[in-house]
């Protein structure tokens, strides 16, 4: 079974500029996570999906943070513009229904940089 | 609302045990133990559902007080695979994570 695919691993921009990290989650699996998670910390929840519907997003900030998951399926996540404070992996993961009594599954993450 | 872990880390020698406690301000639906090594993903440990219930794999095992909103990961006869940082995540409507318990075994 495929498991939770991210790309970029890896980006390195300056601040003010725009990123977008892409998910697809694992097959038939209705619930999308993106997490942040801080050099040292640990993940925070930044938006929550249940197909294509927004089930959480009360952490994400959403003045220059969005996220879509159009057709309930593949997700992106973007940042624009950037701060410095918004250096961070971002992990997406996935769950069959939602986290109550289902296994999270995360992908390997976004390693982004602003410099 | 985060769940508070304790201890913020640990140094074992292999063959020692060790507990890491998490908990919650919140009531809870279900607790989850993640680990995570440096530079990779979490890994999925295990689940524990309102009830009480106790879980454990192998050596590694896991309790849930709904009451107290408290769960603990122990920890028995620790491998030098054990080392990594554990998480907790708590499930109320979504799953917030504690700050982490970084574990060390060494030989």
């Known amino acids: 079974e495929a498991g939770v695919a991210q790309s970029p691993r890896y980006k390195i921009i300056e601040k003010r500029q725009s990123v977008a990290f892409w998910c697809n989650p694992i097959?038939?699996?209705?619930?999308l996570y993106w997490y942040q998670q801080i050099l040292g910390q640990g993940p925070k929840l930044l938006i929550q999906?249940?197909?294509?519907?927004?089930?959480?997003d009360s952490q994400l900030p959403k003045d220059r943070f969005s996220a879509e998951r159009l057709k309930g399926v593949d997700s992106t996540l973007k940042i624009q513009p950037a701060k410095l404070e918004d250096s961070a992996v971002y992990l997406c993961a996935s769950s069959l229904l939602g986290p109550s009594g289902n296994t999270i599954y995360f992908g390997e993450g976004s390693w982004l940089t602003v410099v | 609302q985060q769940p508070v872990q304790s201890p913020q880390a640990v140094i074992l020698r292999e063959g020692e045990d060790a507990v890491i406690n998490c908990s919650s301000s919140k009531a809870l639906y279900s607790v989850h133990w993640y680990r995570q090594k440096h530079g990779e993903a979490p890994v999925f440990l295990m689940i524990?559902?309102?009830?009480?219930e106790q879980k454990g794999h192998d050596k590694i095992s896991a309790s849930f007080n709904e009451k107290k909103q408290q769960s603990s990961l122990y920890l028995t006869a620790s491998q030098l695979s054990y080392s990594g940082t554990y998480f907790c995540?708590?499930?109320?409507?979504?799953?917030?994570f504690g700050a982490g318990t970084r574990l060390t075994v060494k030989p």
């Open positions: 524990l559902l309102k009830g009480g």
């Open positions: 097959s038939g699996h209705a619930t």
């Open positions: 999906f249940q197909n294509n519907g927004v089930v959480d």
């Open positions: 995540g708590t499930v109320n409507n979504d799953m917030r």
